[in-house]
């Protein structure tokens, strides 16, 4: 049988063969698989070699973004620090942008809000962790990124999975709040997000050094606006 014919996971490279032809061959592989439906069921979990490959590939994205910056990363280098091809990195990932958002999000995930025992104590830990991420290497470089538009996608990107899920975890803290009654029911939950995040772009923004205990006067300012309203 002739290299040609062979057509799936199974075909085995010989020493010496053409990247490109073997580039293609797994590309080509990938394809001929059956791709799941909307609606029809999942077909269970991976198999653990292709969780590590994809644990692999996060990782060795993360340390290119911390070493090297995402202009000077490429999908082949993190496919060769993370021992995979760059047919695998493409299974998963469509270009660079893509991939870099999605390591940011896995490694800088917020908490389970439901988790948090004292909702206001939760929000002044979040103001404190969201102003630490402005100093991590690959949050500067995507800030750099979207902030020069030069990629609208990776701006979208950046959006859905790194920033939403954060504001949504306040939220989802301030509402916890307000089911204590420890806030006013008609109170402007999404206003009071932005004011929080706020707090923290607009001093970043003006170079203004953070004092002891801002993020707590922060919570306390909103905290004070939204409170009950005293009953006549």
Do not use: N
């Not at 698989?33 to 590590?52: F, I, K, L, Q």
């Not at 002044?124 to 102003?131: A, I, N, P, W």
């Not at 701006?155 to 859905?160: I, K, N, V």
């Amino acid at each position: 049988m002739s290299r040609s014919s062979v057509a799936g996971p199974a075909a085995v490279s010989d020493p010496g063969a053409d990247p490109e032809l073997e580039l293609q061959l797994e590309l080509g592989a990938a394809a001929a698989r059956p791709r799941r439906t909307m609606g029809e069921p999942a077909r269970g979990p991976g198999r653990p070699r292709d969780e590590a490959a994809s644990q692999a590939i996060f990782e060795a994205a993360l340390r290119q973004v911390h070493q090297v910056g995402y202009g000077r990363m490429t999908v082949d280098s993190v496919a060769a620090e993370a021992g995979v091809s760059r047919a695998s990195v493409y299974r998963r990932f469509r270009h660079k942008s893509d991939l870099v958002t999605a390591t940011i999000a896995q490694a800088y995930a917020p908490p389970d809000a439901r988790r948090a025992v004292d909702p206001r104590a939760a929000l002044v830990t979040f103001l404190e962790e969201f102003d630490g991420r402005f100093a991590e290497p690959c949050l500067e470089v995507i800030g750099s990124l979207v902030g020069a538009r030069q990629d609208p996608e990776a701006l979208e990107l950046h959006r859905a999975r790194v920033i939403a899920p954060r504001l949504g975890y306040a939220r989802s803290l301030l509402e916890a709040a307000r089911d204590r009654g420890e806030l006013d029911p008609r109170a402007d939950l999404d206003l009071a997000v932005q004011m929080l995040a706020g707090s923290v772009l607009c001093r970043r923004m003006s170079g203004a050094r953070a004092r002891h205990g801002w993020a707590r006067r922060a919570v306390d300012a909103v905290w004070r606006g939204m409170g009950p309203v005293p009953e006549d």
